[in-house]
């Protein structure tokens, strides 16, 4: 053997041993084809919604007064005291118990149509409306841990990953479908 041709065999040896080597190490070492998760928690999102809700509720007021100064009362009760102070006595007696029977009978009358109108109500409907606010809750993805090989690692994905995550040249496919 000459040699060139020594040399070519040893070269070639060395390279089917190089190549073989990888291959081996690639056939006993092969990519992982789908990454394990470990745990998926879920990302939510609250918004609060207003809503308006409006009830009619009775309201009972004092009715308009007709008479704000009580006249009718005063001199009605004027009227009554004075008739009946003129029963008592005679004479100047007579013309002071009717003056002062008078006067206490305004004053009475005044009082009694008071109470009558402080008593005196109206009932009217009425709306009355609140805002209120509706939670909902919202899941916008999950955060999730995985193992790929002997590597850990997070990821957020949009949806739901199951129980394994398909890997493609050592990438995660976060949009592939989900793996059973």
């Not at 005063?74 to 029963?87: C, D, K, P, S």
């Not at 305004?106 to 402080?118: S, T």
């Not at 850990?152 to 479908?177: C, N, S, T, W, Y």
Request: proline content about 6%.
């Amino acid at each position: 053997m000459n040699k060139s041709m020594l040399t070519g065999v040893i070269a070639g040896a060395v390279a089917v041993t190089a190549i073989g080597g990888i291959a081996g190490y690639t056939i006993l070492n092969p990519k992982p084809e789908f990454a394990d998760v470990l745990a998926a928690e879920p990302v939510t999102k609250t918004t609060k919604t207003p809503k308006q809700i409006c009830n009619d509720v009775v309201v009972n007021e004092q009715a308009p007064v007709k008479d704000p100064n009580r006249i009718a009362g005063t001199a009605i009760g004027a009227v009554a005291g004075g008739l009946l102070g003129h029963q008592i006595g005679g004479g100047t007696g007579r013309t002071l118990a009717t003056v002062g029977g008078a006067a206490a009978g305004g004053y009475a009358g005044n009082q009694v149509q008071k109470n009558m109108q402080e008593k005196d109500t109206v009932n009217r409907t009425e709306t009355r409306c609140k805002t209120v606010y509706e939670s909902h809750t919202k899941t916008i993805g999950y955060d999730v841990r995985y193992r790929l090989g002997k590597e850990e690692g997070h990821v957020r994905m949009d949806h739901q990953p199951g129980a394994r995550i398909p890997v493609k040249d050592g990438q995660l496919q976060l949009d592939a479908p989900v793996a059973p």
